[in-house]
């Protein structure tokens, strides 16, 4: 199947056997590799009480299938099923709520689309940068959580508020790196920037004061855009960008998940992170790249709700 094929509609015609041929024409370019010693001299196991798609590798013995190794291992869901949410949540701008995939795929429980939703999330996550970003790279922060509840005196909106900190680089024109922070201090916001860009970058901010300073570790400068003055560009200075970002995600948030913890929003941030910095892409191409991507990123449902309510992500 070719990129500009895999629809929804497309994907969705996959029978168990031909999914299971895509994905291991995807991960296996070169043909089938062992996960134990990386080989390649593998035979496919045969006869009736053989799995489908089961091989071993000659040298080592090892049995394994396409999915060992992937956000795939040990599931019960069907792999044309696992492809179709794929491909739903890399063309949705604003996601897919979990509730939404057990209705459309069948699944047979929400803690099932659930934890399917944080298998492919953490496909989506990002490895350490290749290349640290350059140019004009607008910084920015932003605070994620529900409509306060009556009787709580929580009303604070923005910096302040009891809400989740999220700050988000972006490159103009390129990508964007996103985290879930523990506050917005000076500290932890220059140590975001000095980690992600260029020291020959100029870095866009607002008027915040944590920023400060900032521009004479850059060869770029730093400028700021005032917007407690209602000042939101200037010649070209502005964090447009990263307020744009910052809205696909709320809306995301807000329209589509409604709800989001402490804990779990990094895996969101990842997503929507993911979408945006391939957001040039068909909707095939970036399913494909979220399926690459499931490669060595095994999660168990343990690990996922163990998770720390506030637990944070470093940069």
């Known amino acids: 199947m070719e990129p500009q094929d895999a629809t929804l509609s497309e994907v ?4 168990e056997e031909t999914a299971r041929q895509y994905l291991e024409s ?12 990386k080989g390649n001299d593998v035979t496919r196991v045969t006869g009736e009480s053989a799995r489908p798609g089961l091989l071993m590798c000659n040298p ?4 394994f299938t396409v999915t060992v190794g992937t956000v795939f291992e040990d599931s019960h869901i069907p792999l044309r099923t696992w492809v179709i949410a794929f491909q739903m949540m890399c063309a949705s701008k604003k996601g897919v709520s979990a509730k939404q995939l057990q209705r459309q795929l069948g699944l047979g429980s929400y803690k099932s689309a659930w934890f399917m939703c944080h298998r492919i999330r953490y496909a989506m996550q990002s490895g350490p940068l290749a290349d640290l970003l350059k140019g004009q790279v607008e910084v920015d922060e932003t605070y994620v959580g529900g409509k306060p509840r009556p009787g709580t005196g929580e009303h604070k909106r923005g910096r302040g508020t009891s809400k989740t900190p999220v700050v988000a680089l972006v490159e103009r024109q390129g990508s964007v790196r996103t985290r879930v922070v523990a506050d917005v201090t000076a500290g932890t916001l220059k140590r975001a920037i000095r980690e ?9 901010t607002d008027e915040w004061p944590a920023y400060r300073g900032i521009g004479r570790e850059f060869g770029g400068g730093h400028a700021v855009v005032n917007h407690g003055t209602g000042e939101y560009s200037r010649d070209g200075v502005n964090t447009n ?9 709320k809306r995301g948030v807000y329209g589509t998940f409604h ?3 402490k804990a779990h929003l990094p895996r969101y941030c990842d997503e929507f992170e993911f ?8 909707d095939g191409e970036r399913m494909e790249s979220a399926l690459r991507a499931s490669v060595g990123k095994r999660l168990m449902y343990k690990d996922q709700v163990g998770q720390k309510t506030g637990e944070t992500m470093p940069f």
Do not use: Y
Not at 12 to 15: A, E, M, R, V, Y
Not at 26 to 37: H, S
Not at 275 to 282: A, E, I, S, V
């Open 12 to 15: 969705s015609k996959l029978t």
């Open 26 to 37: 995807l991960l296996w370019p070169d043909g089938p590799v062992c996960p134990r010693c």
């Open 60 to 63: 080592c013995r090892q049995q």
């Open 196 to 204: 992600n860009v260029d020291k020959q970058a100029s870095i866009f």
């Open 241 to 249: 960008t990263a307020e744009s970002f910052f809205s696909l995600l």
């Open 259 to 261: 709800h989001v913890s």
């Open 275 to 282: 979408r945006w910095n391939r957001r040039n892409m068909m």
